[in-house]
């Protein structure tokens, strides 16, 4: 059984930065890839980042080049850096792992 504890969300304005972390119980952490999906009103969930087990990314196309998904095996936690945020941006976050969400996180890109 998989848990999850998301942090890091909130307000910000655009332009701004946010790192959401979402630390993992249960499985052995590094043996499984992970990503991070968002769901914006109205929309269906999507994925937003991806992190395979031997370290290989892949972003959305919205995502590239402004976000950086990462994990910390040490600590059982992955990780979503967001820069140069956008209010397009503004979701509710959920980490992934073994086809299990986190219960969503908040981000809100407003001026």
């Known amino acids: 059984q998989v848990s999850f504890v998301e942090s890091g969300g909130g307000l910000v304005q655009p332009g701004g930065s946010l790192r959401l972390s979402c630390a993992v119980s249960?499985?052995?952490?590094?043996?499984?890839?992970m990503a991070w999906y968002r769901q914006a009103p109205g929309n269906q969930r999507e994925v937003v980042a991806t992190l395979s087990t031997g370290g290989i990314t892949n972003y959305a196309d919205s995502a590239k080049g402004r976000f950086t998904i990462s994990r910390d095996n040490a600590k059982n936690t992955m990780y979503l850096q967001m820069n140069s945020l956008k209010p397009e941006d503004t979701a509710v976050y959920y980490c992934w792992l073994l086809d299990t969400w986190g219960q969503g996180i908040q981000v809100t890109v407003s001026s």
């Open positions: 249960g499985p052995i952490f590094s043996d499984y890839p």
